[in-house]
């Protein structure tokens, strides 16, 4: 490891520099009037170029220093040596009783995509961690970037990874097995945040994954459909969308709808509108599963939809989503409604409820730039998945396992609830189904 990562909102810190979220640090610096780049910089006997590499955005040619925007000081060349001089092994004890050591392992830089998102993700991180404090929960801090192509074993031979609590990471499958055995080893939580290739997760306790494998989603939510619409007459559309992985979906659904003994209709895009209207029925309510999630295939069936009902008003029908028809809500928002669309989903926020425009506005204020555009929102990931497992850190030390009920928590817009896998590690079975209702509220059943 040469470096820590120096986007952040508390401090900028250098090669196994705890970072304590529990009290004011030098790290940063609150601008005042008429203060300069030039002048900030040599306030701290560092170069205008320092500032700038631990400031993202202020390369940027219309970048503006406002008054009251809080910015990343980087460490002196001197004061990073003696930060790292200084003693690294540390007892662990109990947990409860201390500062929370919590090692970050994904790739943080500007590279590309990937590196963009987990930077936003750890930015909601240290957001959370921010919160904390009110709470009395002090945090330790360690980052480490670990990109794709990065070998693992100088991070991991690095004292402060061992003195972790817990490790957040990696975000790719080829460093699972290293980090697991390490995690294993030390005795060290390891929550992996995305859904990747872990199979490590049936062997090794230690092991939190809040993603659930892809083949295990379609299973569980084919399930989940058939159990929730019992009481429907479910329609198949098949859309011709030659790009689509929905038929997986489908044909479970199908499976279990027949295991069930629940009668369905198939019908296609492609068929006159009488043979389409042929497949509902009336004086139950008809369930609508496309076997595409894209937008061109959901307008051809809103579009078929409205001549249905405009023949028969009271007929009923809801529509089963997948959860990329979140990024449509902008723009379909009122056939969401008409239709009483169920998306299922392991996340949702909504942008406009105050909690979610108040950590907007935070945001934009710590970091002067808005979160991507992208489902989930990456920050706010971080900062449920921080408050989560620190609070469950202070409150139960090692042997919290993320169950349900152990404490009163409404995310921002990932909920977690772990259960073990055998004798292995645990896995978040969190679900939801957001329903548009027709009476223009939205609700999310939890199942």
């Given at each position: 490891m040469r470096h820590l990562l120096r986007y952040f909102l508390i401090c900028a810190f250098a090669v196994s520099l705890p970072l304590s979220v529990s009290s004011q640090t030098t790290g940063t610096h609150e601008v005042k009037k008429k203060e300069t780049m030039y002048s900030i910089s040599k306030m701290y006997g560092i170069t205008v170029e320092e500032l700038v590499q631990a400031n993202p955005g202020m390369e940027k040619p219309d970048y503006k220093l406002k008054k009251g925007s809080v910015i990343v000081i980087p460490l002196r060349q001197q004061e990073a040596q003696q930060v790292s001089a200084a003693p690294t092994v540390v007892e662990k004890g109990d947990v409860r009783n201390r500062a929370i050591r919590l090692g970050i392992m994904l790739p943080l830089h500007k590279i590309n995509n990937d590196g963009k998102r987990m930077v936003e993700y750890y930015r909601g991180l240290l957001m959370a961690c921010d919160s904390l404090k009110k709470e009395g929960i002090s945090v330790d801090i360690h980052a480490w970037n670990l990109p794709e192509t990065a070998d693992i074993t100088p991070l991991l031979q690095d004292p402060a990874a061992a003195n972790c609590d817990i490790i957040i990471g990696p975000l790719y499958s080829k460093f699972v097995t290293s980090l697991a055995a390490f995690a294993q080893q030390h005795d060290i939580m390891l929550m992996i945040p995305f859904s990747i290739h872990a199979p490590e997760i049936y062997t090794n306790r230690n092991i939190f994954q809040v993603y659930q494998i892809p083949n295990d989603l379609v299973e569980s939510t084919a399930r989940r459909c058939s159990d929730w619409f019992k009481d429907y007459h479910p329609i198949i559309v098949d859309c011709g969308d030659t790009t689509s992985t929905k038929g997986a979906f489908t044909a479970t659904l199908r499976r279990q709808l027949e295991v069930k003994n629940i009668q369905y209709n198939v019908t296609s895009l492609k068929s006159t509108d009488a043979q389409f209207a042929s497949a509902f029925v009336m004086g139950k309510p008809n369930l609508v599963v496309l076997n595409s999630a894209?937008?061109?295939?959901?307008?051809?069936?809103?579009?078929?939809?409205?001549?249905?009902?405009?023949?028969?008003?009271?007929i009923q029908i809801s529509m089963f989503g997948y959860t990329e028809w979140m990024m449509y809500t902008q723009y379909q928002l009122e056939n969401f409604y008409k239709y009483n669309v169920y998306i299922p989903a392991p996340f949702y926020?909504?942008?406009?409820?105050?909690?979610?425009?108040?950590?907007?506005?935070?945001?934009?204020?710590?970091?002067?730039?808005?979160?991507?555009?992208?489902?989930?929102?990456?920050?706010?990931t971080g900062f449920d998945h921080a408050l989560f497992f620190l609070r469950g850190l202070h409150k139960y030390g090692k042997t919290f396992d993320g169950a349900a009920g152990r404490f009163g928590y409404q995310p921002l817009q990932t909920p977690l609830k772990f259960e073990r896998i055998g004798n292995g590690g645990l896995q978040n079975r969190a679900y939801m189904f957001i329903h548009y209702k027709d009476d223009r509220t939205i609700e999310t059943v939890n199942y």
């Open positions: 894209r937008s061109p295939e959901l307008l051809s069936t809103f579009g078929k939809l409205s001549a249905i009902k405009a023949a028969n008003p009271d926020t909504n942008l406009m409820s105050p909690q979610s425009e108040r950590f907007q506005q935070l945001y934009r204020k710590n970091f002067s730039q808005d979160m991507m555009n992208a489902l989930p929102r990456f920050a706010m």
